[in-house]
T-cell receptor, first 111, second 111 residues
Framework: DAGVIQSPRHEVTEMGQEVTLRCKPISGHDYLFWYRQTMMRGLELLIYFNNNVPIDDSGMPEDRFSAKMPNASFSTLKIQPSEPRDSAVYFC?????????FGEGSWLTVV | GENVEQHPSTLSVQEGDSAVIKCTYSDSASNYFPWYKQELGKRPQLIIDIRSNVGEKKDQRIAVTLNKTAKHFSLHITETQPEDSAVYFCAASINGNKLVFGAGTILRVKS
C-alpha cells in the first residue's frame, strides 16, 4: 500500500488566496484525520471523519477552515481566505483498528 | 477534554545509554497510548503503542510502561544509537480516535 497520500507537498501562497489541501487515505481505513503542526502549538487535531462523516470539528480554528470527505478515498481541507498565521504543516492521517498512520504532510506558507 | 503533558522537552544522551521520556494524561477514560517518532522534515511514525489492559510492552530496544492509577506512561529506549535522534511524541485517546499529543521531546544521541 502506498500509505496516506497528500498533495500538494509544498505550497506558497499570498494572503487572501484560497488554499485546498488533498488527502487519499489508506484503502480500507474507516477514520480520517486532519492535523496541523506548528512549533508554537505542536500537533493539533483539526477534524476527523468516520466512514466519510465528520465526527468532531472542534479543533477547526475558525470559519475560514472547512473540510470535506465526499467518498472513502478522498478528503480536502480548505482555507479561505488564507492568512500568514495559517502557515504550518498539515498532516492527513487515517486509521483502522485504532492505529493511526500519517501522510507526508503539506507544507503551507502564506506570505 | 484530554490533556497530555510530556517531559523532558529536550534530552541529550551518550550513544549506548538509555533514554526515558514520560507523559501524563488527564482523562481516565483514555485507553490507547501510542508513541510516535518524527525525524526532521518527515511525518510522525508510530513506533510502539500500549492499551490500558497492559502494563508494559516491549519491542527490541524500545519499551513502554503504563500506570493507569497515576495516569502516566513512559517510553524507554535502551542502547541508544545516533539514528534514534528525533522528536518523540506521546499521545492518548479513547479507542484510538481523537489522539491528543504531548508537546514532544527532542532526543539527541551523541556519538
Amino acid at each position: 500500500d502506498a500509505g496516506v497520500i497528500q498533495s500538494p507537498r509544498h505550497e506558497v501562497t499570498e494572503m487572501g488566496q484560497e488554499v485546498t489541501l488533498r488527502c487519499k487515505p489508506i484503502s480500507g481505513h474507516d477514520y480520517l484525520f486532519w492535523y496541523r503542526q506548528t512549533m508554537m502549538r505542536g500537533l493539533e487535531l483539526l477534524i476527523y471523519f468516520n466512514n466519510n462523516v465528520p465526527i468532531d470539528d472542534s479543533g477547526m480554528p475558525e470559519d475560514r477552515f472547512s473540510a470535506k470527505m465526499p467518498n472513502a478515498s478522498f478528503s480536502t481541507l480548505k482555507i479561505q481566505p488564507s492568512e500568514p498565521r495559517d502557515s504550518a504543516v498539515y498532516f492527513c492521517a487515517s486509521s483502522i483498528q485504532n492505529t493511526i498512520y500519517f501522510g507526508e504532510g503539506s507544507w503551507l506558507t502564506v506570505v | 477534554g484530554e490533556n497530555v503533558e510530556q517531559h523532558p522537552s529536550t534530552l541529550s544522551v551518550q550513544e549506548g545509554d538509555s533514554a526515558v521520556i514520560k507523559c501524563t494524561y488527564s482523562d481516565s477514560a483514555s485507553n490507547y497510548f501510542p508513541w510516535y517518532k518524527q525525524e526532521l522534515g518527515k511525518r510522525p511514525q508510530l513506533i510502539i503503542d500500549i492499551r490500558s489492559n497492559v502494563g508494559e510492552k516491549k519491542d527490541q530496544r524500545i519499551a513502554v510502561t503504563l500506570n493507569k492509577t497515576a495516569k502516566h506512561f513512559s517510553l524507554h529506549i535502551t542502547e541508544t544509537q545516533p539514528e534514534d535522534s528525533a522528536v518523540y511524541f506521546c499521545a492518548a485517546s479513547i479507542n484510538g480516535n481523537k489522539l491528543v499529543f504531548g508537546a514532544g521531546t527532542i532526543l539527541r544521541v551523541k556519538s
